[in-house]
């Protein structure tokens, strides 16, 4: 053989070698993708080449519910769609920078190549931006603007003294306390609703759409009228006319980990406020087992699902007394968009907020008869809380379903009840708030109730009293409206909304709130309520002292080292370490802003609204949890925010400072009012653990898909790559 030819062909192994690395190369990210038989994968290419960030949802109507798994394509646009029951399932890309894909109709068990369409212009990629972007565009009075001069001033009332006052009721407590503001049902103005001369004629109208048409109205005279209806129609007027909103990122690092799971339970009609999964103290209890949800004022009945097999199912809720008011009776101010002059709410129960006991059963805030007390709640009574400090009347009290006889108990509690929890102690306490009202926290001693079934016996319930006099122990007190008395203690007007127990030492703590709001730590002592103590912590806020600055908690829960975590209207998660405190936690000085060094403001994902100046975020996140025992896969002691606007979950990293968002992209319009994790299998990873919630909003009407669209679960899991299956 010649040189010549030896060359020849070394040049033509040369050319097949490099074909072939070329071809291989091209091939590699779809032969990269491993699946079983119950995964589907592929690649997501668009005309820009592979799609990374993106959102690959498979959808299926095939099991007894329907039934949705997304995940986020990797930095070269792979994906794996893992733990795929049999079914034919309609899959399509979602994703910032483009419109929703064409759907492919594909079984697990199959590589699929999808074909992401790059949005044709910026106002068509908007339209799949969370609320908060668009919300972000309203624009808000200034600060100049502040005190409120009244309806025949600048339309802002008299009794709002600053900027941020103002956006507490905007945001935490009131319009973003029911549903989302910036979702494509609030930032444009029906059809529907009819002809008007102004844009600020419409919002006049639409506020009083359907059953919670008087809470709209209620909202609205907080802010004043004439101050805030010209704003949201300028808002919407900007928007129509083509003001687009800040962009948001694509998922990145871990968030492209996130697998999110759906099942639609409960009625188009029914809105969920919580669901709960697992004992809080015990996350592995109640393995793969059924999903209990609260439907509040919407139905009587619990919704429950079971994960494993995808069926959805109800279980009706009982009153003690026919005569317990209902939601029916409501009055509708307005015909509703949606529904027009019908009432779709009907329930008496009122059920807020379950949780799972030791032994499996579920305990519910529930209402189970009209609002007057019975005589051992009232003054005149022996009961020991009664002789402290009686209550005539408690709006929604206590009930404990048992899913294995299928059987529920009506506990007649005298204080009102919201949410609760179980303490970690020998009684198995459960400790409730009352929402806000009533001035007083309540308990059930659940190891006297199981015992005794008597349910005047087990209650206890405490005003909240402050050690002014510094003694150390409970002494009789002054009222919040009389002056420090040096001799005595002093009881503030505050309930708890939130309510947590401390691991640490038992303490129970709460948030109050309001402007600036609190949290409030209750310490039982050793002879409740003889020797139940309380310390208020209110948020800091134009303290020249504080190192931070924020107002208005909502929801709370706290750490297995005793900081407790809260989400403020500011646009922050909030945390309070009582170790932290320099000065005496009790005494004439300890009445609120005594212990700004405690505080820590972690600002919330988000661009901040128009018109503010601080710092935070549009955020108006509704509760928080605590993810005490790694259910999710980030650490333990991770607080997680619900992102409220974000249509998302936000989980703090607090020694990066930086959040993980678990977004939901579809259907648009996720948010949550809680959320809890459990531990299905401790030696399978990833795929026996994760986050659960549900689509907690008063309006899943909202949400995209309209009228029909029902209220959903969710489960949130983190893998360690996002290929992984």
């Known amino acids: 053989m010649t040189n010549r030819v030896l060359y020849s062909l070394i040049a033509i192994s040369g050319i097949l070698l490099a074909w072939s690395r070329g071809l291989n190369a091209q091939q590699s990210p779809g032969e990269a993708i491993s699946i079983g038989s119950d995964d589907i994968g592929g690649l997501v290419t668009s005309t820009k080449g592979p799609e990374a960030g993106v959102w690959v949802i498979a959808e299926t109507a095939g099991l007894p519910t329907k039934f949705v798994k997304i995940v986020v394509t990797d930095d070269k646009g792979r994906y794996v769609l893992p733990q795929l029951p049999k079914a034919n399932y309609k899959v399509w890309v979602r994703g910032y920078g483009l419109v929703d894909s064409l759907p492919t109709q594909v079984t697990p068990g199959k590589v699929v190549n999808l074909t992401a369409r790059v949005a044709p212009n910026e106002r068509a990629a908007a339209q799949y931006y969370p609320a908060i972007y668009w919300f972000s565009l309203l624009r808000v009075p200034d600060k100049s603007e502040f005190p409120g ?19 507490h009721f905007l945001k935490t407590d009131s319009c973003w306390s029911c549903h989302q503001m910036g979702e494509k049902a609030t930032r444009e103005i029906s059809k529907t609703l009819g002809h008007f001369d102004s844009s600020t004629a419409a919002w006049a109208r639409r506020i009083l759409s359907g059953q919670a048409g008087n809470n709209m109205i209620n909202g609205l005279g907080q802010l004043g009228p004439e101050r805030a209806l010209p704003m949201f129609a300028d808002w919407t007027d900007r928007i129509a006319a083509g003001e687009l909103p800040p962009i ?14 759906e099942w639609d339970w409960a009625d188009p009609k029914a809105y969920l406020h919580d669901e709960i999964a697992t004992d809080k103290r015990n996350p592995t209890l109640n393995a793969n087992g059924a999903i209990y949800g609260a439907a509040e004022l919407s139905v009587d009945y619990l919704p429950v699902l079971d994960p494993v097999g995808a069926v959805a199912k109800q279980v009706r809720v009982p009153v003690r007394d026919p005569q317990t008011p209902s939601s029916t ?9 949606y529904w027009g002059d019908e009432a779709i709410w009907h329930s008496q129960a009122n059920v807020h907020n379950p949780m799972f006991d030791a032994q499996g059963r579920v305990w519910i805030t529930s209402r189970i008869r009209p609002s007057e007390n019975p005589a051992f709640c009232k003054e005149g009574s022996s009961h020991p809380s009664a002789v402290l400090f009686p209550l005539k009347t408690s709006g929604r009290q206590l009930a404990v379903y048992d899913p294995k006889t299928k059987h ?3 506990i007649n509690t005298c204080f009102g009840t919201h949410h609760l929890v179980f303490a970690e102690d020998a009684n198995n306490t459960l400790w409730t708030s009352s929402g806000g009202g009533g001035g007083a926290v309540g308990w059930l001693n659940t190891k006297i109730f199981d015992e005794t079934h008597d349910e005047e016996k087990s209650q206890g319930w405490t005003a909240l009293i402050l050690d002014t006099n510094g003694n150390g122990k409970r002494d009789d007190y002054v009222e919040p409206d009389q002056p420090i008395d040096p001799t005595k203690d002093k009881r503030i007007n505050a309930a708890f909304y939130g309510v947590t127990v401390s691991p640490v030492d038992g303490s129970i703590w709460g948030t109050v709130l309001g402007f600036p709001g609190a949290v409030v730590r209750l310490n039982p002592g050793p002879n409740p309520p003889a020797s139940a103590l309380a310390e208020i912590y209110e948020l800091p806020w134009n303290d020249p002292n504080a190192p931070v600055h924020g107002y208005s908690p909502r929801g709370l829960d706290i750490d297995r080292n005793g900081v407790v975590w809260t989400v403020i209207a500011s646009g922050h998660l909030a945390s309070f370490d009582r170790r932290k405190c320099k000065g005496p936690l009790n005494g004439p000085t300890a009445t609120g802003q005594h212990c700004p060094e405690g505080w820590t403001l972690y600002q919330l994902p988000g661009p901040q609204l128009k018109g ?12 928080d949890w605590v993810d005490q025992f790694d259910t999710l896969g980030l650490g333990t002691n991770v607080p997680i925010a619900t992102g409220n606007g974000n249509d998302a979950l936000l989980a703090l990293l607090p020694d990066r400072r930086e959040f993980v968002v678990l977004r939901v992209p579809y259907p648009m319009g996720f948010y949550a009012k809680g959320m809890d994790g459990r531990i299905d299998d401790s030696t399978v990873g990833w795929k026996g653990k994760g986050l659960w ?5 008063r309006t899943p009407f909202h949400a995209e898909g309209g009228r029909g669209t029902t209220s959903k679960v969710l489960h949130f899991q983190l893998r360690p790559d996002p290929l992984a299956h």
């Open 248 to 261: 948001p990122s694509r998922p990145q690092g871990v968030e492209r980990n996130v697998v999110i799971t």
């Open 693 to 697: 919630a549900t689509y907690g909003t």
């Open 329 to 337: 009776d409501d009055k509708i101010a307005a015909p509703s968009p």
């Open 149 to 167: 001069t009244g309806p025949k001033g600048n339309g802002i009332p008299e009794n709002m003294k600053s900027q941020g006052q103002w956006l």
């Open 612 to 623: 503010v100046t601080d710092p935070g975020s549009a955020e108006a996140s509704y509760y």
């Open 408 to 410: 529920f108990t009506l």
